[in-house]
Nanobody, 129 residues
Framework: QVQLVESGGGLVQAGGSLRLSCAAS????????MGWFRQAPGKEREFVAA????????SYADSVKGRFTISRDNAKNTVYLQMNSLKPEDTAVYYC??????????????????????WGQGTQVTVSS
């Protein structure tokens, strides 16, 4: 079991930036495909971004492409989500998660939350207009 702890959420004005961090336990973090999802009140959990174990491959939801950047530091067992040009519709609880398979996966598997087997507790991001 991998423990994931998110941090970095908060309240920001539209157009502002935040960086989320997710610290993972375990000695095999560098083997994990990692992702970020978000869930707004009354809405389904949705895919935000994913990154391959070595960091060489990434995938983004169309709604955040060009504004958000996922990255990782395997020496620190940490994955990040840099969020720029934030919009009120980005308001949600953001979750860090580990994919059930290593390596990389086809897009449909990256975007399906059922394919992830460890989740953090979430961090709230609120963007005011």
């Amino acid at each position: 079991q991998v423990q994931l702890v998110e941090s970095g959420g908060g309240l920001v004005q539209a157009g502002g930036s935040l960086r989320l961090s997710c610290a993972a336990s375990g000695r095999t973090f560098s083997n994990y495909l990692m992702g970020w999802f978000r869930q707004a009140p009354g809405k389904e959990r949705e895919f935000v971004a994913a990154i391959s174990p070595g960091g060489g491959s990434t995938s983004y939801a169309d709604s955040v492409k060009g504004r958000f950047t996922i990255s990782r530091d395997n020496a620190k067992n940490t994955v990040y989500l840099q969020m720029n040009s934030l919009k009120p519709e980005d308001t949600a609880v953001y979750y860090c998660t580990k994919h059930r398979v290593g390596g990389w996966a086809r897009d449909a598997m990256l975007r399906d939350w059922n394919e992830y087997d460890n989740w953090g507790q979430g961090t709230q991001v609120t963007v005011s207009s």
